[in-house]
């Protein structure tokens, strides 16, 4: 499993206080929104408030691609991934 992955499934389980799940219950290729995970908008934004706190990344929530983004855990360390690289490269630390 991705360290990114596994890091994300514990952001979402502890931001969202879901007590019964645990990191290996969450695939990483499992819908987060609906199906799957079964959340909702809130817990979208407070996942997001979470991502921009920890790894300083943030999307337009209006965005189409946002809701590919967050559609699952593989997606989002994708995401996340980009982001932090993109950051990094602006800030010469690559």
Do not use: P
């Not at 691609?65 to 980009?82: G, P, T, W």
């Amino acid at each position: 499993m991705n360290e990114l992955e596994q890091e994300l499934k514990q952001l979402i389980i502890d931001t969202l206080d879901l007590e019964d799940i645990a990191v290996a219950d969450i695939d990483s290729h499992e819908a987060l929104f609906v199906e799957g995970l079964g959340l909702d908008s809130i817990d979208a934004l407070e996942l997001g408030l979470a991502l921009q706190k920890r790894y300083g990344v943030k999307g337009d929530a209006d965005s189409e691609q946002i809701k590919i983004h967050f559609a699952c855990v593989h997606n989002l360390a994708l995401f996340v991934n980009a982001q932090t690289s993109t950051q990094a490269d602006e800030k010469g630390e690559h």
